[in-house]
C-alpha cells in the first residue's frame, strides 16, 4: 500500500522561503506523476506544480519562477521549494502520487497535507 509523508509546513514571513518533502512508500510503478496541490480556505484544491518519473515539470501560473519542484528517485520522494512567498500562497499543501496510467495501472493518492502560513 503507498503511503505519502509530507513534511514541512510552517508559518513564514512575505517574501521569505520554505521547502516542503513529500517520501513515498511502497511500490511505485512506471509511468507515474507526483507533485504539489495546494488548497486555500473556501477554495477547491488547485495543482501548484508536478513532476513525472522522467523529470517533466509543470507548473501553475502563479508559481511560475517563484517555486521549483524536484525529485529524488532512489528515496521517491519530492521536493517543493517555495521562494519569494505571498500571502495567497497560505493553504494547505497536499503531495500526490498518480499511478493511473502504470503499468500496471494503479491508484491515485494523497498524503494528509501541511499547512503553509504566509504571513506578517
Known amino acids: 500500500q503507498v503511503q505519502l509523508v509530507e513534511s514541512g509546513g510552517g508559518l513564514v514571513q512575505p517574501g521569505g522561503s520554505l521547502r516542503l518533502s513529500c517520501a513515498a512508500t511502497g511500490t511505485i510503478y512506471r509511468p507515474y506523476v507526483m507533485g504539489w496541490y495546494r488548497q486555500a480556505p473556501g477554495e477547491q484544491r488547485q495543482l501548484a506544480a508536478t513532476?513525472?518519473?522522467?523529470?517533466?515539470?509543470n507548473y501553475a501560473e502563479s508559481v511560475k519562477g517563484r517555486f521549483t519542484i524536484s525529485r529524488a528517485n532512489a528515496q521517491n520522494t519530492i521536493y517543493l521549494q517555495m521562494n519569494s512567498l505571498k500571502p495567497e500562497d497560505t493553504a494547505v499543501y497536499y503531495c500526490n502520487l498518480d499511478m493511473r496510467t502504470s503499468l500496471p495501472p494503479k491508484g491515485n493518492y494523497w498524503g494528509k497535507g501541511t499547512l503553509v502560513t504566509v504571513s506578517s
Open positions: 513532476i513525472t518519473g522522467y523529470g517533466v515539470t
